[in-house]
């Protein structure tokens, strides 16, 4: 019973997660994960390029 239980709670994690990356892609953000998603200077969309501040 118990693993039923860890179970559901994981997949309600999973499914909480993938909803938001979801609704995050929608608003157009480019890197969910990157603080600077909606201001990156980098074309592809790709954090980490090394260009410093995008400002």
Same mark, same amino acid.
């Given at each position: 019973?118990?693993?039923y239980?860890?179970?559901g709670?994981?997949i309600?994690?999973?499914?909480a997660?993938i909803?938001?990356?979801v609704?995050q892609?929608?608003k157009?953000?480019k890197?969910?994960g990157?603080p600077?998603s909606?201001?990156? =200077?980098?074309g @592809? $969309? =790709?954090?980490g @390029? $090394? =260009?410093g501040?995008?400002?």
């Open positions: 019973m118990e693993n239980i860890v179970a709670i994981l309600l994690i999973v499914g997660v909803f938001y990356l609704r892609k929608k157009g953000v890197c969910v990157c600077h909606k201001h990156c =200077s980098n @592809s $969309g =790709s954090c @390029s $090394g =260009s501040n995008p400002t």
